[in-house]
């Protein structure tokens, strides 16, 4: 099994719905991160969250919101989807120490038509 | 807000051939993590450089870190079909307690022809 989980893979919907995001962890890591990647923009950090009880802006949040539902579990929404948020979106956790690679899940590939 | 400018953004080489990928900046970082990403699937750590002046080698794959810890590169010897993939560069906040927080490169997208 995946330590890191995203779900859905693929999704398509419309302007204007509602979309979440999930992704579950079984690394036991405090720290995750919600990204968007874009072709030749690389990864760029939506989200992130070093315990439940914490939770940052990144770079391009607008248009986003998340939730921190439990060690292993967060998830991300679009409250109103418009077509550029069409892209492909990664979940990631860490641990909280300096130098540490992140691991990532699989991506969410959504289509916003 | 940092910048990491990776570059060039595709290579298109022979099987054989060498190669090299850049990332720069003009921010320090506490470290620099190179990934790779397969198709479907998500960025896989590779090798991450901490000390300026680094060197660190991964078979045919040579990584390092600027003396300033700026800017790094990735050099592969011999490029082969299987090394066909996205390379990315990140680079880990240096300062306060953002520590873990990335900022990732545009990417190359390297393909290895036989």
């Known amino acids: 099994d995946a330590d890191v989980t995203q779900t859905p893979r693929n999704r398509i919907t419309k302007t204007g719905k509602r979309i979440m995001l999930e992704c579950s962890q079984t690394?036991?890591?405090?720290?995750m991160y919600w990204y968007r990647q874009d072709p030749g923009l690389g990864l760029r950090l939506i989200y992130y969250?070093?315990?439940?009880?914490?939770?940052n802006k990144g770079e391009i949040s607008d248009g986003y919101s998340v939730s921190r539902q439990a060690q292993a579990k967060f998830s991300l929404s679009l409250e109103s989807a418009i077509p550029n948020q069409t892209a492909l979106y990664f979940c990631?956790?860490?641990?909280?120490?300096?130098?540490?690679?992140?691991?990532f899940g699989d991506g969410t590939r959504l289509s916003i038509l | 807000t940092q910048l990491l400018e990776q570059s060039p953004q595709f290579l298109s080489i022979q099987e054989g051939e060498n190669l090299t990928v850049y990332c720069n900046s003009s921010?320090?970082?506490?470290?620099l993590q190179w990934y790779r990403q397969e198709p479907g699937e998500g960025p896989v750590l590779l090798v991450t450089?901490?000390?300026?002046?680094e060197v660190k080698k991964l078979k045919r794959l040579t990584f390092q870190f600027g003396d300033a810890r700026k800017d790094s590169s990735l050099h592969i010897t011999a490029a082969q079909p299987g090394d066909t993939g996205l390379y990315l560069c990140?680079?880990?906040?240096?300062?306060?307690?953002?520590?873990?927080?990335?900022?990732f490169g545009q990417g190359t997208i390297l393909t290895v022809h036989p």
């Open positions: 990140a680079g880990e906040d240096a300062g306060g307690t953002s520590y873990g927080k990335l900022t």
């Open positions: 969250s070093f315990d439940v009880k914490d939770i």
């Open positions: 921010s320090v970082f506490s470290s």
């Open positions: 990631a956790t860490s641990v909280g120490d300096r130098n540490q690679p992140q691991h």
């Open positions: 450089v901490v000390t300026g002046g």
């Open positions: 690394k036991g890591h405090d720290r």
